[in-house]
Nanobody, 126 residues
Framework: QLRIVESGGGWVESGGSLKLSCTGV????????IGWIRQVPGKEREVVSC???????KDYPDSVRGRFAVTRESANAVSLHMNSLKPEDTAVYHC????????????????????WGPGIQVNVSS
């Protein structure tokens, strides 16, 4: 049974960069498509990146496209590189594994993920 753990959050000034990392316990992440999902209190959760098992297919919503980049660093590590950060990027960021019926074409939809890590806080000051 896969358990997901995130690391790397914290405080950064507007315009700065931060790297989040995701690893698996009990199984390796290369067996799953992976999404990064953020949650702001009072707002809808948003999938901010997704990456296929091979790492060749990725997608991003317009809100972060060109600023965020997701990579598979190894068989059991997925990173989210966040650049040109804005105060509105402040959120709890979760790494999540895709469902058994995962559809890459729909990877920016929340219902494609069913195993989430506890999340890590990212704060961007203005």
């Amino acid at each position: 049974q896969l358990r997901i753990v995130e690391s790397g959050g914290g405080w950064v000034e507007s315009g700065g960069s931060l790297k989040l990392s995701c690893t698996g316990v009990g199984n390796t992440l290369d067996r799953y498509p992976i999404g990064w999902i953020r949650q702001v209190p009072g707002k809808e959760r948003e999938v901010v990146s997704c990456i296929s098992m091979s790492g060749r297919n990725k997608d991003y919503p317009d809100s972060v496209r060109g600023r965020f980049a997701v990579t598979r660093e190894s068989a059991n590590a997925v990173s989210l590189h966040m650049n040109s950060l804005k105060p509105e990027d402040t959120a709890v960021y979760h790494c999540a594994a895709g469902t058994p019926w995962f559809n890459q074409a729909k990877c920016l939809l929340l219902n494609q993920y069913d195993n989430w890590g506890p999340g890590i806080q990212v704060n961007v000051s203005s």
